[in-house]
């Protein structure tokens, strides 16, 4: 009998829910987590009164009820609806694509002009299948905004021409024609109040974890103290790059607390121009309508990923993709590791996607015992 039924390795959003859900089930769980604090990437801190999220804005937005309700229990979410405003060279718009993007653009006034706009815009991608993030663009939205709004935001954000870029990346941002300025077409938005990790503080109450604890200092040491494993950390890490490695893109934070109570009036400005090398200027008051005397401002610079970054996105496109389902296969035939979330399945997910995984893959565990 080994001292321990799991060993979590990460206390982002998939460890810790698994640790939660398998502790009530009255499993003996311990969770090794190789930064200093719980939370993952959703992880804020409170400065100056304000909670800053430390690893760029998180917005909790989800369609499923049950997810919602779940998270529900943990917080209290306000009523913070993400609408972010796009900078290009001076001039704004509002995001994501929609009525009030179309008048600033074009001074149209109804749905049908801004529809025979985008037509003419996009006449001659009609017929086109998309085979990349470029076509994709311009077949749906024409070429004054992909020139003025996602060309050269998606050329800093992820390192290359939108002609290397998977489509799918482009269709999760909503294109309407109503005046409604909401990034999200979920049904539940908002920011938990008093930040996310009071959130995990929750998930993980009475769970033995121990801080800059890195698995692979001493992963037999750590293997030895439990019957079973779950992985939250990079895939490819996990087989010591035996299938070579896997590219993610990284990001650098610059932070600033400034002596005044507003500076850009909103939670996110996006820099949609190569003018500035960063991609969003985020506030982070915002997010709880904060009213503060003092602010606290990060600008979010993309980078190219190496061993000694944070490996922030997944890059899926289909090299990358290749690679990983080679070592998909090897984590499918592991009979005691579970592999889940962001790094360890690979995938571009947003918060409710890797809690709605940790829930089902939990529920698998209980329904094998039963
Ligand atoms: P993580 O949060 O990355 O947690 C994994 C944990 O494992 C980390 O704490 C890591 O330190 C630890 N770990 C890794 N390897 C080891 C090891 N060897 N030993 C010990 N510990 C280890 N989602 C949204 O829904 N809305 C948003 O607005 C949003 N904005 C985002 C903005 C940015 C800039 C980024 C990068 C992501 C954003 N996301 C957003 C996505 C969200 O962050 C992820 O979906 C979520 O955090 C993934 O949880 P996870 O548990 O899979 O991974
Ligand atoms: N995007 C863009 N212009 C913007 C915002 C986003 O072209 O002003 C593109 C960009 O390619 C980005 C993708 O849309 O990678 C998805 O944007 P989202 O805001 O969902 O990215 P995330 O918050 O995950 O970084």
Not at 148 to 156: D, G, M, P, V
Request: glycine letters at 6%; one cysteine or more; charged letters at 25%.
């Amino acid at each position: 009998m080994k001292k321990y039924d799991y060993i979590i390795i990460g206390a982002g959003f998939f460890g810790a829910i698994a640790a939660y859900e398998l502790t009530r089930k009255g499993y003996h769980c311990l969770v090794i987590e190789k930064r200093n604090h719980i939370g993952g990437n959703c992880y804020t801190k409170n400065i100056e009164g304000i909670n800053v999220h430390q690893y760029g804005a998180h917005i909790f937005h989800t369609n499923d009820k049950e997810i919602w309700d779940y998270v529900n229990q943990f917080a209290t979410f306000n009523r913070f609806t993400n609408s972010p405003v796009a900078n290009y060279k001076g001039e704004l718009y509002n995001l994501p694509f929609n009525m009030n993007t179309f008048y600033q653009l074009w001074k149209v006034k109804t749905p049908q002009e801004a529809k025979a706009k985008i037509e003419e815009q996009s006449a001659e991608y009609k017929n086109i299948i998309p085979r990349n993030l470029e076509e994709q663009a311009l077949k749906l939205a024409g070429k004054d905004i992909y020139t003025k709004l996602i060309k050269e935001y998606t050329e800093k954000q992820w390192g290359t021409d939108c002609k290397n870029l998977p489509a799918f990346i482009i269709k999760r941002l909503p294109f309407r024609f109503t005046f409604d300025n909401n990034y999200f077409n979920d049904k539940y938005q908002g920011i938990p109040v008093g930040g996310y990790t009071r959130i995990f503080d929750k998930l993980l109450e009475n769970i033995e974890v121990r801080l800059e604890t890195d698995y692979f200092a001493d992963k037999d040491y750590f293997d030895s103290l439990a019957e079973n494993t779950i992985y939250t950390g990079p895939v490819d890490l996990f087989y010591n790059y035996c299938f070579g490695k896997l590219n993610y893109r990284s990001l650098r934070f610059e932070n600033e607390l400034l002596e005044t109570d507003n500076f850009q009036g909103n939670a996110v400005i996006n820099y949609t121009s190569h003018d500035q090398k960063y991609t969003r200027i985020i506030e982070h008051k915002h997010f709880e309508f904060g009213i503060q005397p003092k602010t606290y401002i990060t600008k979010e610079y993309p980078q190219d990923w190496n061993d000694a970054l944070e490996p922030y996105y997944p890059v899926n496109d289909e090299e990358n993709n290749a690679i990983y389902l080679q070592y998909k296969h090897l984590a499918e035939a592991e009979a005691n590791v579970i592999f889940g979330g962001r790094l360890a399945e690979y995938k571009y997910y947003d918060m409710h996607q890797v809690i709605g995984s940790a829930l089902a893959r939990m529920k698998k565990i209980e329904e094998k015992r039963k």
